[in-house]
């Protein structure tokens, strides 16, 4: 089995070196393997595990993943003492960053899960760039939760949103209730971190109202210096538009929003992402 022929090869050389290099850890990292379940087999004091999390629903809680008992719990059941499991997370959707991806309120119950387990210590892939569905707020969520996951996640939210969007924060708060909203409302739906695509949970009713939302923030902004982290946070918008654009003809034309030209819509996207101040 191999996940436990790993184990047991690591303790082999963790204990053949153990004397002779009493501070080095020998670590392993498992992609989401099932791991050996028989109560003898524990890691050697030296010995150190890694997990990815990666194979799960992205938009619900790790400890709502079915694997993660197998891979990730069992590690930490069979780790030394004080001796606990990293992870690798994975907080993006890495076949495009700039969808609407809603995961703003998974991390705190993510990582209290990870506390629970003893989990030492915790690395992420996130976007690759600021040109993304609200990057930066994501940043700044994982920052403060990881350095204490028991903080309020929406007290959060709204303090960043408030100082980074000045009087268009109304609308972006609104933007993300809409997607949260959406996650709830389609919560068996697969949100994977390899998905192009919107539409098995963001009707076109949605996709209209969160161009909307942004086209009053981005107003309610101009001249002001929030101006711009507006319109770079509009990308999302901007990209669900270009690729819903036919879904959204009819229910624009019933909600009395004037949908512009899908070339128009393309050309304002380019001249945020090839802003000098958004580094794309």
Known sequence: YPSALNVNLLNRVAKHFAEKYPGVRFNFLCYGDIMPTNPNLKLEPNVGAGVAELWRNHCLSADNNERSDAA?????????????????????????????????????????????????????????????????LHFWLFGKLHWNPYQDEDELIRKYV????????????????????????????????????????????????????FDEADRATRGSPHRVLVRRAKIAALVTAIFRYNDMIEPAARMGYKLRPLKDLGEEWRQICFDSSNLF
């Open 162 to 213: 408030n100082a980074a969007y000045g009087k268009g924060a109304p609308s972006i708060l609104k933007y993300i209730e809409l997607v949260e909203h959406a996650r709830l409302r389609q919560r068996y739906t697969w949100y994977g971190c390899y998905v192009p695509e919107t539409s098995h949970y963001l009707t076109p009713d949605d996709c209209v109202t969160i161009l909307r939302l």
């Open 72 to 136: 990730l719990g069992q590690l930490a059941r069979i780790s030394p003492p004080g001796n606990g499991v990293y992870i690798w997370d994975y907080l993006a959707n890495f076949s495009n960053y700039m969808l609407p991806f809603p995961n703003y309120y998974i991390l705190g119950q993510t990582l209290r899960y990870y506390d629970r387990l003893g989990v030492k210590g915790v690395d992420s892939q996130t976007s690759y760039g600021i040109i993304s569905d609200l990057s930066t």
